[in-house]
C-alpha cells in the first residue's frame, strides 16, 4: 500500500514537472518492408528510479484518472514530432503515427475539441494519425463511444483495435465500431 501511494504521489509530481518521454517504435510493411509508421509509447523518466516502464505506472495513471493528461501530452507530443519530420523530409509525407487512447480519455466530454487543437496547433493532417483503444474501452455506454468514434473518423483520423482478444468484446459488437 504504502508502495502504491508513492507511485501514485510521484506520478502527481511527473505530471507536473513533465518527466515523461515518448519513444517511436517503427511500424514496417509486412509486404513491403517499408517503414509506413510509428507506434508511440510513453516512458517515465523517474529522478531516482530511472527509467518506469508502462507496466508500472499505466494501471495506477488509469485508475487515479492522471491518464488523461498523460495521453493528452503524449498525443500532442507524437503528432508535433510526425508534422516536423514531414515538414523536413518529403519521403516523410505517407507516414503515420499510432497513438494509445485511454478509456478515461474516450469519456472526457471535451476529447474533440481537444484533438482538434492538437491537430491544430501542431499542423498535423488528421490522416497521419491512427488512435489505438482497447477492447475495454468499448465495454459499457456502447451507443455513446460509437458516435465519439464516428465523430473522430470525420476527422480523417483512423482507428484501431490495440489488443483484441484480451477483453470481453465480441467480434460482432467489434463489427458495428468505426475501427
Known sequence: AMS???TENDLRRAVEEQEF??????????SSGELIGFETLVRWGHPEQGLVQPAKFIGIAEETGLIVPIGYWVLE????????????HKAAAKLTISVNL????LAEADLLERLDDILARTGLPGNRLNL??????V?????ALT????????RGVSLHMDDFGTGLSS????HQLPI
Do not use: Y
Open 171 to 174: 467480434l460482432s459488437c467489434l
Open 21 to 30: 518521454r515518448v519513444v517511436f517504435e517503427p511500424i514496417v510493411g509486412l
Open 132 to 137: 489505438e483503444i482497447t477492447e475495454s474501452a
Open 102 to 105: 485511454s478509456k478515461r480519455q
Open 139 to 143: 465495454v459499457g455506454n456502447f451507443e
Open 4 to 6: 502504491r501511494l508513492r
Open 77 to 88: 507530443q507524437a503528432c508535433a514530432r510526425l508534422a516536423e519530420w514531414i515538414h523536413a
Open 147 to 154: 458516435d465519439m468514434l464516428k465523430q473522430i473518423k470525420k
